[in-house]
């Protein structure tokens, strides 16, 4: 079998993105100087970047749309006159939800397509397997996805939001409104490990505390022993750290058991993979996230963002997803670093980024915090709605990546190159 | 124990056993029919699964869609056995590659009818509550199902003239051949009527699973747990085998947890296939 395996046909796709040149045309008309800028910085050349994900597999629930953002995120970019007016070439790899390709993608973008940046990974997994690559091959790195936090190293920067954002916001709202004993049920590897300490701490911190939390094997998709476990421990409310299309059976469990209407479900990653979709709209209501994208948020820039998205995927596209819009978040960020830069450089775009850089998000104003490495942005508190979709229950604004602050200063000691854990 | 707890114990078990009996039945069929080995066994899981969703979003009725889905899986099966199975029989490691490749195709194939996301169906009937517990209604078809898929299977071989012809066909090929049996079209029912049990298995499992193009990569090693460790009985050894197999990954899951109880799994059947490397029905007389 292991013959067969190495068969899988490994899928490379190099997506060339067309210039939009209409909307070329306007943005130019709009900048009034850009027929300048085009010529103007010698080069023509489009500039190569990369993108990792897993557009297949257990994982592409979250990748499809991740890799859809970043085509619409590149193809936006280039809209608006590239970066120094060069357009980007993006040159992207399936991982195929297997750890072992995301190291060999890798070091194939950073030594063969040589390119300026690359993007990538999904869950934290993948994400180890990469980094020490792209460190050692000088690589610009960003991570754009939701993780536990406290990844420290000079060459990456991570956009998702992390537990000082979200937990932070999402286990006193839970334990507020329904009670202070927490079952957390998580994903078996680093993020979902890491994840139930940040709960304990915030529990503990509220004056409840974590009751019982276990740990899920990623290919587990019978949870019955666990509905049983989680009914004899009575928690006043349950939390969902889980990931992945296996796992998206337990909300089916829940469900049918009749638990769903009896016991509160809050969690940090539903949703994430469009898991509301799952149950029925009538089973599906009030379980309790925290993103800091929801489709509903109302701004100009998710206005534009979603008019945008469902002209190029089609009105019919499921949900977007929070993990989405960090990828187009990622791509946005590094552009205009770039562009603050004048250069695609590691050193200047680095700089450039560490020196605080913001912009218009789907998610509202996210910045570059400097010396973390990490985003400041706004967390909302959502809810599931009888359209399977989110309703916003509250959003906070610019919340700072405190933990990350706290142990990291990239600027003073660039050299760090760890993750912290609380 | 109290009681209650104890009924939910009993429940838990006994479901753990129906599923991997509805994820393996069908794999057990064609091997031990036919010897051939299919890799495509999670993606006819799979197509189950996506057929009654289709079903049940075209307005049939839950259990309907579920049968119309086993019955199309299983014209899927005729039809991969027409174009691809029959031109490689007797080549063990030839059909192993061959349906490897199909079940990439067929995933591909449903990621771009269907889209990659995640999608769900209800699951039919309510719960009931035993004592702090509840239980879902569903669980019980679940037992039933697997119940009456043993029961389908053990008719199928025995008391219809296919059956006969199938399992003579097996035993003793060429004298199956001498008194003119169709051996190629036995086989194309035989493959068949193993597409259509895993059809069914996937039907099944659709209202509590995730319906998702990958979905049977996180069962068909389970399944192909139970068909080797059953060994060549397609009947008595798959039987056995799930009972034993899923009755220790229940126990130990809801004593210890779900972790321990798939690791409790494992090493049950790597001893069981140390000790009766053919598997629990290896030594028994062979019928069925």
Same mark, same amino acid.
């Given at each position: 079998m292991s013959s067969a395996l190495t068969l899988r046909h490994r899928r490379r796709c190099t997506a060339i993105v067309a210039v939009g040149l209409l909307a070329l045309l306007t943005a130019c008309g709009g900048s009034g100087s850009g027929g300048t800028t085009g010529g103007g910085s010698g080069s023509s050349e489009p500039i190569k970047v990369g993108s990792i994900l897993d557009e297949t597999g257990p994982l592409n629930i979250y990748g499809k749309a991740m890799s859809d953002a970043t085509k619409l995120a590149i193809s936006d970019i280039n809209a608006k006159g590239g970066v120094n007016g060069r357009m980007l070439q993006l040159v992207s790899y399936d991982a195929q939800s297997d750890n072992a390709k995301y190291t060999q993608y890798a070091t194939t973008l950073a030594q063969k397509d040589k390119v300026a940046v690359v993007m990538g990974g999904i869950t934290s997994a993948s994400r180890e397997a990469i980094r020490p690559v792209l460190d050692r091959t000088k690589t610009l790195y960003f991570y754009n996805e939701q993780y536990e936090g406290g990844v420290c190293d000079e060459n990456t920067f991570l956009t998702g939001v992390v537990p000082s954002q979200q937990l932070a916001a999402l286990v006193p709202y839970a334990m507020n409104?329904?009670?202070?004993?927490?079952y957390v049920v998580a994903a078996d590897y680093n993020y979902g490990r890491i994840s139930t300490q940040w709960v304990e701490k915030y529990a503990s911190e509220n004056g409840g505390s974590v009751?019982?939390?276990?740990?899920?094997?990623?290919?587990?998709?019978?949870?019955?022993?666990? =509905?049983?476990?989680?009914?004899?421990?009575?928690?006043?409310?349950?939390?969902?750290?889980?990931?992945?299309?296996?796992?998206?059976?337990?909300?089916?469990?829940y469900s049918s058991t009749g638990l769903i209407k009896t016991l509160p479900l809050v969690s940090a990653t539903f949703g994430l993979g469009n898991e509301q979709v799952v149950l029925s709209p009538a089973e599906d209501k009030? =379980?309790?996230?925290?993103?800091?994208? =929801?489709?509903?948020l109302d701004n100009p820039e998710n206005k534009r963002f979603v008019a945008l998205w469902h002209k190029q995927y089609g009105d019919n596209y499921p949900y977007i997803t929070d993990s989405a819009v960090t990828a187009w978040n990622g791509w946005h960020l590094w552009a205009a670093a770039a562009n603050a830069a004048k250069s695609v450089d590691r050193a200047a775009v680095t700089k450039a980024l560490e020196a605080g850089i913001s912009i218009d998000a789907p998610s509202g104003k996210v910045t570059m915090d400097g010396?973390?490495?990490?985003?400041?942005?706004?967390?909302?508190?959502?809810?599931?709605?009888?359209?399977?979709?989110?309703?916003?229950?509250?959003?906070?604004?610019?919340?700072?990546?405190?933990?990350?602050?706290?142990?990291?200063?990239?600027?003073?000691?660039?050299?760090?190159?760890k993750q912290f854990t609380p | 124990m109290h009681g209650d707890q104890l009924v939910n114990f009993a429940a838990s078990l006994l479901t753990s056993v129906a599923l991997l009996v509805v994820i393996s039945l069908g794999l057990a069929v064609i091997?031990?029919?036919?010897?051939?080995?299919?890799?495509?066994?999670?993606?006819?899981?799979?197509?189950?699964?996506? #057929?009654?969703?289709?079903?049940?979003?075209?307005?049939?009725?839950?259990?309907?869609?579920?049968?119309?889905?086993?019955?199309?899986?299983?014209?899927?099966?005729?039809?991969?056995?027409?174009?691809?199975?029959?031109f490689l029989y007797g080549r063990l490691a030839a059909t192993m590659l061959a349906?490897?490749?199909?079940?990439?195709?067929?995933?591909?194939?449903?990621?771009?009818?269907?889209?990659?996301?995640?999608?769900?169906?209800?699951?039919?009937?309510?719960?009931?509550?035993?004592?702090?517990?509840?239980?879902?209604?569903?669980?019980?078809?679940?037992?039933?199902?697997?119940?009456?898929?043993?029961?389908?299977? #053990?008719?199928? #071989?025995?008391?219809?003239?296919?059956?006969?012809?199938?399992?003579?066909a097996t035993q003793l090929p060429d004298m199956a051949g001498a008194v003119g049996i169709n051996a190629r079209r036995v086989n194309m029912l035989t493959f068949g009527f193993g597409a259509a049990l895993a059809g069914a298995g996937g039907a099944l499992l659709a209202p509590v699973a995730g319906v998702v193009p990958s979905m049977g990569q996180a069962y068909v090693g389970r399944a192909f747990m139970t068909v080797v460790v059953g060994g060549p009985g397609v009947l008595t050894g798959t039987a056995t085998a799930a009972g034993l197999l899923g009755s220790v990954d229940s126990l130990v899951s809801n004593v210890f947890s779900s972790f321990l109880g798939t690791a409790s799994l494992l090493l049950v059947a790597i001893v069981l296939l140390r000790l009766l490397p053919t598997g629990i029905s290896g030594r028994w007389r062979r019928q069925l």
């Open positions: 409104k329904y009670g202070k004993k927490v009751v019982t939390s276990e740990f899920i094997p990623l290919e587990s998709t019978d949870f019955r022993s666990v =509905i049983n476990n989680l009914q004899a421990g009575r928690p006043d409310v349950v939390m969902s750290l889980l990931v992945g299309g296996n796992h998206i059976a337990f909300y089916r469990q009030g =379980i309790v996230i925290a993103t800091p994208y =929801i489709q509903s010396k973390s490495h990490h985003v400041i942005q706004n967390v909302s508190i959502g809810e599931t709605n009888s359209t399977q979709g989110f309703t916003v229950l509250d959003t906070k604004a610019d919340v700072p990546p405190a933990f990350e602050q706290e142990v990291c200063d990239l600027v003073a000691n660039p050299a760090t190159n | 091997f031990g029919m036919m010897g051939v080995i299919n890799l495509a066994h999670g993606e006819f899981l799979m197509l189950g699964a996506f #057929f009654t969703l289709s079903g049940v979003r075209a307005g049939l009725n839950v259990w309907l869609a579920m049968i119309a889905a086993a019955l199309a899986v299983g014209l899927v099966g005729l039809a991969v056995e027409r174009l691809l199975i029959q349906t490897w490749g199909l079940s990439l195709i067929l995933v591909q194939v449903v990621v771009l009818a269907y889209g990659p996301a995640t999608q769900g169906i209800p699951t039919p009937l309510g719960a009931v509550r035993v004592g702090r517990y509840s239980l879902s209604e569903y669980n019980l078809v679940l037992i039933g199902a697997a119940l009456l898929l043993l029961a389908v299977v #053990f008719l199928v #071989f025995t008391r219809t003239r296919y059956g006969t012809m199938a399992r003579a």
